[in-house]
């Protein structure tokens, strides 16, 4: 476990890297409101270590000593952009690191982290790719999104009653608008959390993203 500062504040970050020891690609892991990394992570990182990519998953809770987000402390105007302040300073950190590609960085995001990864990629930042899981592109980063937009992976579930269905659609359509390179995949009958089947059917298709966007 290693920590960055954001404001001021140490923020925990989990490493996964493949055995290598030349510069290699990197993916950057923003959990959800329930702050649930090490599900994911198990899940996820032997994955993508195959292929030669690094993983790193940012604790973004630390900077304001949060346990697990409710839709008011997401909405009171105060956490999101201190949250997205500490994913602006990790992809700075990580970019900096002797052992990553700084040209191959790419974000993924669940649910609320997935909403955090589509925010930072409408800044001017290296980012490469971007897996959104579960979650949407809010304003007024909506109306921010340009056609230099990375390439795009939108995951999501059709019965979602969390974050509905919906932001997965408007995604699919502002980025075809833009004619920005991006995939949809609508998982049907699947919430919020996906079946033990639809992970194997998101992982497939992460993986099979990442081969063509890292």
């Not at 800044?123 to 230099?148: C, H, M, Q, Y």
Request: neutral net charge; glycine residues 8%.
């Amino acid at each position: 476990m290693q920590t960055f500062l954001s404001g001021g504040v140490p923020i925990r970050l989990e490493c996964f890297r493949p055995k290598t020891s030349a510069p290699c690609p990197a993916l950057i892991f923003f959990h959800g409101a329930g702050g649930n990394v090490d599900q994911w992570l198990k899940y996820i990182a032997p994955a993508i270590n195959s292929f030669g990519i690094a993983l790193y998953a940012v604790h973004y809770f630390d900077r304001t000593k949060t346990v697990r987000a409710d839709p008011a402390l997401i909405q009171d105007g105060i956490h999101v952009p201190l949250w997205l302040q500490t994913a602006t300073d990790a992809l700075s950190h990580i970019a900096a690191m002797p052992d990553v590609d700084a040209r191959r960085i790419g974000l993924i995001g669940v649910s609320l982290g997935a909403f955090l990864s589509l925010a930072l990629a409408t800044e001017a930042k290296p980012i490469r790719a971007v897996i959104d899981i579960s979650g949407g592109l809010a304003e007024p980063w909506f109306n921010r999104a340009t056609s230099a937009f990375p390439h795009t992976l939108i995951l999501h579930g059709e019965a979602d009653t969390t974050v509905p269905v919906s932001y997965a659609r408007d995604l699919d359509d502002l980025l075809t608008r833009l004619e920005v390179r991006h995939q949809t995949q609508l998982l049907p009958g699947e919430g919020h959390w996906f079946s033990p089947g639809a992970h194997l059917r998101v992982l497939t298709a992460v993986s099979e993203f990442l081969r063509t966007s890292l």
